[in-house]
């Protein structure tokens, strides 16, 4: 018990002291997943909806191994990554390999298939809802696909808080492609995993609850926003 | 919308032949049937025996499995088509309004103008016709509601509304009052009878006897995908000639009626399709 007595007070000090190297972990750890999302979103968005929206060979092979991928290993990702990206691999040249642009790469490859499944399915359910009806408007798939991601919007922004939980919270690719070097790639998940293993338990639950919080207040505020507006709109 | 409409008529509309097969049933059997210009054709008949799959081929939301579909002697094509698409220029002077409306999650105002912006009418057109339908509608007061929040019937009101601002030569409405309430339903209606008063076709489907005596010029009777009886709705309504459409005017079920379709051929049988 007294691990977590000294945790919340480690957590206390850190988050209260504004303890510098702190906010650097913490901004670098929001900086690298908020990105990794974004990216993440802007592929896996339109994947998802042509995904839902037309018929073509090797459709079902798609939508079922972007479903697989969604339980992805990061350790996996972060191994083929690392792969690519070092000296000898086919992208060393770009000398990405550790730095937080590595990292980014990793967790976009880990989000994209949770939010292109995501969307597949929830485009594809307002699809059968709304195909008639747009078709005798004049648009086919192509021209509603922006109707349709807009309307489903609620549910998307779920798909991307998926996304973000996920990249926020793993460890294993940005520990292999990031290398959790001090002030330039260290994120809170990996300085937790160097912290237990220092033996400095209370430093890490003390970083564990902050994440937990940060991860509580992101969902929550989108989950506010989206309760009001989703009531509005039936 | 009183202005005429500068596009040439794409009436008539020809059917020449129709069948539909889904799944290896034949739901559509040999239709050929010709519109003319101006007036209301309902199409009535039991639950299952074709109207609404009927409305949706002449629409061109689903393709014949045989025969074929003409507007002003061009063969048509589906209202999503590109507009490169010979057949193209009929579909978009047609629209169609749904059992269940369809409402995009966005406000009453811009449901109507998403449509306007779907037939490229320029923006600065679009304030003008929406502000007009919606005042025609009784809709106005609710113009910046989100549509969704809308009962059934101002939905269905606003579907009516959505479609009216497309100005469309022929409007086609797949039992549009079925999930109403009298009062809405003689809304409905109303704004059926003004939208067909400005000069565009309609071309409903109802299982509703009343309503199809009351909207009605001409009537069709459509049992288990053929047209059974075509008449004007007077002459329809006060001696139908096939036996199966005298019994739908009484009232009687016709669930007895199960694979004996072609048991009696009336005069005007419904193969031969018959021009007026």
């Known amino acids: ?234 | 919308m009183n202005e005429p409409s500068p596009a040439p008529s794409i009436l008539p509309l020809e059917l020449d032949g129709v069948c539909f097969e889904a799944g290896g049933t034949r739901l559509i059997k040999d239709i050929s049937w010709r519109f003319e210009a101006d007036r209301r054709t309902v199409v009535i008949g039991p639950n299952g025996a074709g109207k609404s799959l009927f409305l949706r081929l002449c629409h061109g939301l689903i393709k014949p499995s045989r025969g074929s579909v003409r507007w002003h002697g061009v063969e048509a094509a589906a209202p999503d088509e590109s507009p490169a698409n010979a057949g193209a220029w009929a579909a978009r002077h047609q629209a169609m309004v749904f059992q269940r409306p369809v409402m995009l999650r966005r406000s009453v105002t811009a449901n109507v103008d998403y449509a306007l912006k779907l037939h490229h009418i320029p923006r600065a057109k679009r304030a003008e016709t929406i502000e007009r339908v919606l005042h025609e509608t009784g809709l106005k007061r609710l113009a910046h509601l989100p549509a969704r929040v809308l009962s059934i019937g101002e939905q269905q009101k606003l579907a009516l509304a959505r479609a009216w601002a497309l100005k469309p030569q022929v409007l086609f409405l797949d039992e549009p009052t079925a999930s109403l309430d009298p009062s809405a339903t003689h809304g409905v209606e109303e704004i059926i009878e003004a939208i067909h008063n400005q000069g565009t076709r309609i071309i409903m489907t109802t299982h509703d006897l009343g309503q199809a005596r009351r909207m009605a010029d001409e009537v069709l009777f459509i049992n288990r995908g053929r047209i059974l009886e075509s008449a004007p709705a007077k002459q329809f309504f006060e001696a139908p000639q096939n036996d199966l459409a005298q019994a739908f005017v009484r009232g009687e079920l016709l669930w007895w009626n199960k694979g004996q379709d072609n048991r009696k051929h009336q005069p005007g049988d419904p193969t031969e399709g018959k021009p007026e």
């Open chain 1, 1 to 234: 018990m007294t691990d977590f007595t000294d945790a919340l007070g480690a957590a206390a000090a850190l988050v209260f002291g504004l303890d510098a190297s702190l906010t650097e972990i913490v901004m670098l750890s929001l900086r690298v997943s908020l990105s990794a999302v974004a990216i993440a979103a802007l592929i896996g968005l339109p994947t998802g909806a042509l995904l839902a929206l037309y018929r073509f060979r090797g459709r079902f092979f798609l939508v079922v191994s972007m479903n697989a991928l969604m339980g992805l290993p990061p350790v996996v990702v972060g191994l083929i990554v690392y792969l690519l990206l070092s000296r000898a691999g086919p992208f060393g040249v770009f000398g990405l390999l550790f730095t937080p642009a590595a990292m980014i790469i990793a967790q976009v490859l880990l989000v994209t298939p949770i939010i292109a499944a995501l969307t597949r399915q929830v485009i594809e359910d307002l699809w059968i809802e709304y195909e008639e009806q747009m078709r005798s408007l004049g648009a086919g798939p192509s021209r509603a696909m922006p109707a349709l991601l807009w309307d489903g919007r609620f549910t998307l922004i779920t798909a991307i808080l998926a996304g973000f939980g996920r990249a926020s919270a793993e460890v294993g690719a940005v520990m292999i492609v990031g290398g959790n070097i001090d002030h330039v790639t260290r994120v809170m998940t990996t300085s937790i995993a160097l912290e237990v293993s220092k033996g400095n338990l209370a430093l890490a639950l003390g970083l564990g609850i902050i994440l937990l919080v940060l991860s509580a207040g992101i969902n929550g505020a989108a989950y506010i926003i989206q309760h009001r507006t989703k009531r509005w709109h039936a």
